[in-house]
């Protein structure tokens, strides 16, 4: 893709040109990408409700990425325009589209941990931290680590040091700066490992 390597203006005009050209041929992947550039000021003026119209039209035309996109703007756009609901209902939709993904995964664990857009459902948030923790997610293993070590207050029946222990040993494996913190206190107390 065009946007990919070092950032040369020209090269990403080049490239918003090309996904034009595939959007009007029908290209649901070229709307999604249309949505990046805009989202992200790449060949084109940072346009925020452009981006949406883009991801939108990507994910209506059956982009998974094009529903990640979309559901990423609600989570995390602007403070007016976030809509959790939303965001969970997109992030679902793509899991329908066999996007199985740590971009679904997480997000779809943090709602249901804080009860944001869904009910709390602390089985459904460590099965989608679970699912992320599978693609290598440092974040994903780094609240498994939490949910396991009894820190969150919901999720005090799961201590499992054990688990705990293991999950901030992948997390800090994947560069997590913070679980490096957790696998050193948790050797240093001896909490879940044997002592050394």
């Not at 992947?29 to 949505?35: I, S």
């Not at 999950?167 to 879940?192: K, P, T, W």
Request: include cysteine; charged fraction near 30%; aromatic fraction near 12%.
């Amino acid at each position: 893709m065009c946007l990919h390597g070092s950032r040369d203006e020209k090269n990403e005009k080049e490239a918003v040109r090309l996904f034009r050209k595939a959007a009007k041929r029908g290209s649901e992947w070229a709307y999604t990408a249309l949505g990046y550039c805009y989202r992200y000021g790449r060949g084109v003026e940072e346009n925020y409700e452009e981006a949406k119209r883009y991801f939108r039209r990507g994910a209506h035309d059956g982009d998974s990425d094009g529903y990640i996109e979309l559901a990423l703007c609600y989570l995390n756009g602007r403070e007016d325009d976030r809509d959790l609901e939303e965001a969970v209902r997109l992030l679902k939709r793509a899991l329908t589209c066999r996007l199985y993904d740590s971009r679904v995964y997480s997000p779809l664990g943090w709602a249901y941990l804080n009860g944001e857009g869904v009910d709390q459902d602390i089985d459904q948030a460590v099965l989608h931290y679970w699912e992320s923790s599978d693609f290598d997610d440092p974040d994903a293993q780094y609240l498994l680590g939490k949910i396991y070590s009894g820190y969150f207050e919901n999720c005090e029946g799961r201590k499992d040091m054990t688990q705990a222990a293991r999950y901030f040993r992948l997390a800090a494996s994947n560069g997590h700066e913070n679980a490096c913190v957790q696998v050193s206190m948790i050797l240093r107390d001896g909490q879940g490992v044997e002592k050394i």
